[in-house]
């Protein structure tokens, strides 16, 4: 007796055993109700299910349940899966024990027709055939060469994509993080999606890798995958490493050399810089600064008048810290002064003139000054104007 054979055989005496049950439980007048036995050839397959595979256009995916009566043979079933092109052509067979099955090596962009069938041990089918028709896909979306990582593995850092090349226009592309740690078998799980992942504590001694995945409809979906390194990993960053202090320079108190009035011209005196350094100077009055007043010299004006100066010299100087120094304020300014003018004028003029009979003084205008501008002494005279005209001498007189 073949397996064939047997294997409905034992699918007959299954049923029979459901009939003779069903015997026991409801006899009329001590009849048996007569057996039922499986029809002839088992149905097809149902629910037979091809499709394109997602990821590679040359493949396809087929999956099925067991036929109406599988279930009444106790024994494991196998079917036969074949592939026949657009012009029928057998192009792929198998025999499997499983309900699902990849086909590849085939053409991408064809339509192909798919059929399984429950077989015996020696491969003869026991049902009939169920079919399917599928398309591949046309092929693979445009996808970039590679992508990378970029940004650095510390703790409040951002890492983003770099992609070597472009997505095909109207893909659909997502982009999912991986951390792994250093005690784990395998690659861990999600941790981010999307084009940046900001690095927290959580992240501490991960290894990070990236996989942008592109899909589109009608092509197969592309994923590409940053090279994994698990020698680096995310740390804390290091301690802010701080610049050594700029040196000193060597600067002195600026001094201020002329008169404070109006008119004149002051000169700051810088004194003793370090070598090299470039010095600037800033003019004040009453410690405000003035207006364009940022040379050495500056001249005294008329809205100086009252105010106290003072000079501020700021020197620089690579790898020393910016310096400034302010003299003391001068005496406040004051006005334009007018001289002595013109002295007494006319000294005591002339003598005594004449002298008069006897002692009367002679007439002379002695004594009484000149009319003139205030203290300033009339030329050729002394000081005060005062020198004695003719005739000072005692005129002659009789006695």
Do not use: C
Request: glycine fraction near 14%; charge should be neutral; avoid cysteine.
């Amino acid at each position: 007796m073949n397996a064939s054979r047997a294997r409905r055989l034992r699918a007959g005496r299954f049923t029979a055993g459901l009939a003779a049950a069903a015997l026991g439980a409801g006899s009329i007048a001590g009849l048996a109700a007569p057996a039922q036995a499986v029809p002839g050839p088992l149905p097809a397959p149902a629910n037979l299910s091809a499709t394109p595979d997602q990821w590679d256009p040359t493949a396809v995916d087929v999956s099925w349940e067991d036929g109406k009566y599988a279930w009444e043979i106790d024994e494991p079933v196998w079917y036969e899966l074949r592939v026949r092109d657009d012009e029928n052509e057998v192009v792929a067979t198998d025999t499997t024990g499983a309900q699902n099955a990849v086909v590849d090596g085939l053409e991408a962009g064809e339509t192909y027709t798919v059929e399984v069938a429950s077989i015996d041990d020696d491969g003869t089918p026991t049902s009939a055939w169920a079919t399917d028709e599928v398309t591949t896909l046309a092929g693979y979306v445009g996808a970039p060469s590679a992508i990378a990582i970029q940004g650095s593995l510390t703790v409040g850092s951002t890492l983003s994509v770099v992609e070597s090349g472009a997505w095909e226009d109207g893909a659909d592309v997502t982009y999912e993080w991986f951390g792994t740690l250093p005690d784990a078998q395998s690659s861990g799980p999600v941790i981010a999606t999307g084009r940046t992942l900001p690095l927290t504590v959580a992240h501490l001694d991960m290894a990070i890798y990236v996989v942008a995945t592109g899909t589109k409809e009608g092509v197969a979906t592309v994923g590409v995958a940053s090279a994994p390194n698990l020698t680096q990993r995310v740390t804390r960053p290091a301690p802010p490493v701080m610049p050594p202090a700029p040196a000193v320079l060597t600067a002195s108190t600026p001094r201020i050399s002329g008169d404070a009035k109006v008119g004149e011209t002051l000169t700051a005196r810088p004194g003793d810089w370090t070598d090299g350094a470039k010095l600037t100077y800033q003019w004040e009055a009453d410690g405000k600064s003035i207006k364009g007043a940022g040379g050495r010299r500056l001249e005294l004006t008329k809205a100086h008048r009252g105010e106290r100066i003072s000079v501020t010299v700021t020197g620089s100087l690579t790898g020393y810290a910016t310096t400034s120094r302010t003299s003391d304020e001068t005496a406040k300014v004051a006005g334009k002064g007018k001289g002595h003018g013109k002295g007494h004028g006319k000294g005591h003029g002339k003598g005594h003139g004449t002298g008069a009979k006897g002692d009367k003084p002679g007439k002379g205008k002695d004594h009484k000054p000149s009319k003139g501008k205030d203290h300033k002494p009339s030329k050729g005279k002394n000081h005060h104007g005062h020198k004695p005209g003719k005739g000072h001498k005692p005129g002659k007189g009789r006695g």
